[in-house]
């Protein structure tokens, strides 16, 4: 079946490091999103790529579509506190519903 | 606005009881979503609404039942509970339910069952 996998699940930063989650289909993405979840919290949502190669960047948040619209990246730079949560990547595939596959997400815990 | 709602925040079930969840949006969006969330395996969708009066299986249906009640609102309903299906429910809405729309969540459901 169609699945968006997700790694590294879990990730420890100092503050002030950067992060980086990735995510990965087996078949080419209609669009994917990007959505963060505070513990405790709901999926809100953060950001959406549509476009071969696409970049989008919110302030230190940078994020990525593969050339093949397989793969997608999230970048923090200079990590918060601010920053904790699970991020989530989902993946929207051609034909069918538009429904979303979320990928398992990875937790970032950040240090003072 | 409130968003997108969900009662009741906790519950817990033995085995075999029923119970039904409660979603209600106030965005006059068509689309609705059910997600169950577990460790480690991020949100998986149970059912999904495209508009009133329609509903569709997702990846997860089995145990579940829906009813699109009017455009507002949504429930899910467990006929009889398992213990596998303890878990955190969420409820989203999109406006058309198209590709390229953002979802809106809930605050969602803890479910334990016992």
């Known amino acids: 079946g169609q699945q968006v996998m997700q790694i590294p699940q879990y990730q420890h930063v100092q503050e002030g490091e950067d992060f980086t989650t990735y995510c990965n289909s087996s078949?080419?993405?209609?669009?994917i999103q990007w959505y963060k979840q505070r513990p405790g919290g709901h999926p809100v949502f953060l950001i959406q790529l549509v476009k071969s190669g696409e970049v989008k960047k919110q302030k230190r948040l940078t994020f990525q579509f593969g050339e093949a619209k397989k793969n997608s990246s999230l970048h923090i730079t200079a990590t918060q506190t601010t920053d904790v949560g699970t991020y989530f990547c989902?993946?929207?595939?051609?034909?069918?519903?538009?429904?979303?596959?979320f990928g398992a997400g990875t937790r970032l815990a950040v240090h003072p | 606005n409130a968003g997108v709602t969900q009662t009741p925040k906790f519950q817990v079930l033995k085995t075999g009881q029923s119970m039904t969840l409660q979603c209600a949006q106030d965005?006059?969006?068509?689309?609705m979503y059910w997600y169950r969330q577990d460790p480690g395996m991020g949100l998986r969708l149970i059912y999904y609404?495209?508009?009133?009066?329609?509903?569709d299986k997702g990846e997860v249906p089995n145990g579940y039942n829906v009813s699109r009640l009017n455009k507002r609102e949504f429930s899910l309903r467990l006929e009889s509970a398992a213990p596998s299906q303890t878990s955190v429910y969420f409820c989203?809405?999109?406006?058309?339910?198209?590709?390229?729309?953002?979802?809106?969540f809930g605050p969602g459901t803890r479910l334990l069952v016992l």
């Open positions: 078949t080419t993405l209609s669009n």
């Open positions: 989203a809405s999109s406006e058309l339910g198209r590709a390229q729309e953002t979802q809106y």
């Open positions: 609404s495209a508009s009133e009066g329609t509903t």
């Open positions: 989902a993946g929207m595939f051609s034909g069918g519903y538009n429904k979303l596959i």
């Open positions: 965005m006059n969006h068509n689309s």
